[in-house]
């Protein structure tokens, strides 16, 4: 007999859809399983007042069928000039979910992020008053740090203080990559929640080099060590409320990973929710799947559950090499390998 699951439609808390022919290419692979997706602001420029918010969700669903059902969720990307007024007033016009921290360089296009969180405190006790959730990339930009030690040091250095100031300030912690990290959202209040992407869950630090460079493995926050991998795979088969999905599906044209100075991100989009299963089916938690993938984001961010269901059959496939579509060459995480389940009615 075929094993299947069937689980409420889950939501994308972290995806990078880009713009233009990239966003036409990426957009329907994420609109296939998500109901909803928080969308990440690094454009470039970014997305920093809520106008270039409205007119990018609108880019967003011209670029899907009419009939995809799928909501973007826009986030503010924080500056040293951040406008709390502008924030909050598109907030309360259902125009920005959240708004993102990512300190000044730490990854792709990063340049115009906070320099000092120092500067953004009137906008973080305002975002604190209003219920509006703080998204944060979690590295430390020092280059004199190593760069596996950068999250660990950050949640030292930046996080502990910032949730000391603003107890009541909601957070997710994105990505995150450490048992450092899951150890410090587990002593949290409920206000402090992470995602956690599936290559983290598959990935250790040794598959940026297997047999030589790969550069389709490398994103930001680096994949750390096994015993990190290990302790992320137990955060989010817990069954804990405060973990939930975001896939931080990042796509970069393969003559840009395939360069002398590659970008950072891995292309997970297209097979997300049968990456995750995997994972869940080797732990032995299945059970915990809807979870992690559909109830505990919206419960968090305050939103209702999706009423829809997507069901999963067991039994594999493989994955293709690359993906060629509008366009653009993309490799996609898992290529050329087999995953377990697969979506069978999305
Ligand atoms: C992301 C990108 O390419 O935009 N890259 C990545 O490796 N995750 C940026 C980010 O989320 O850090
Ligand atoms: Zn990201």
């Not at 949640?155 to 990505?175: A, C, G, M, N």
């Not at 989009?269 to 732990?283: C, I, K, M, R, T």
Request: with cysteine.
């Amino acid at each position: 007999m075929t094993d299947t699951l069937t689980i409420r439609r889950p939501d994308d808390w972290h995806v990078h859809l880009r713009d233009g022919a990239m966003l036409e290419a990426v957009a329907p692979f994420t609109a296939r399983q998500f109901a909803r997706a928080i969308i990440m602001p690094n454009l470039s420029p970014p997305v920093t007042s809520a106008a270039s918010a409205a007119a990018y969700r609108e880019r967003i669903m011209a670029a899907l069928p009419d009939d995809s059902g799928f909501t973007p969720l826009m986030t503010c990307y924080l500056t040293d000039d951040a406008d709390a007024d502008d924030i909050a007033t598109g907030h309360a016009a259902g125009i920005f979910t959240a708004a993102k921290l990512y300190p000044a360089n730490a990854t792709t296009n990063s340049a115009h992020g906070v320099t000092d969180v120092a500067h953004i405190m009137p906008v973080l006790e305002r975002m604190q008053d209003i219920g509006m959730p703080l998204l944060v990339h979690g590295e430390v930009t020092d280059g004199s740090i190593d760069i596996f030690d950068r999250e660990a040091v950050f949640i030292e250095r930046i996080l502990e203080k910032l949730i000391e100031t603003l107890p009541d300030l909601k957070v997710v912690f994105e990505h995150i990559t450490t048992e450092q990290a899951v150890r410090f959202v587990d002593g949290a209040g409920p206000n402090v929640a992470a995602t956690i992407t599936p290559h983290h869950l598959h990935i250790n630090r040794n598959a940026m080099f297997t047999g030589g460079i790969r550069p389709h493995a490398y994103c930001l926050p680096v994949a750390k060590r096994e015993l990190h991998r290990l302790a992320l795979r137990k955060a989010a088969t817990s069954g804990s409320a405060k973990y939930f999905l975001g896939t931080d599906s990042a796509p970069h044209e393969i003559h840009a990973k395939l360069s002398a100075c590659g970008c950072a991100g891995i292309f997970n989009a297209p097979y997300a929710l049968e990456s995750y299963a995997a994972v869940f089916d080797e732990e032995g938690a299945l059970d915990r799947l809807e979870g992690f993938a559909s109830v505990h984001g919206p419960q968090f961010y305050g939103l209702p559950l999706n009423e829809d269901r997507v069901t999963l059959e067991g039994g594999s496939f493989t994955v293709p090499e690359s993906l060629n579509t509008g366009g653009s060459t993309l490799v996609p995480f898992h290529a050329d390998s087999e995953l377990a389940w697969h979506i069978v009615q999305a």
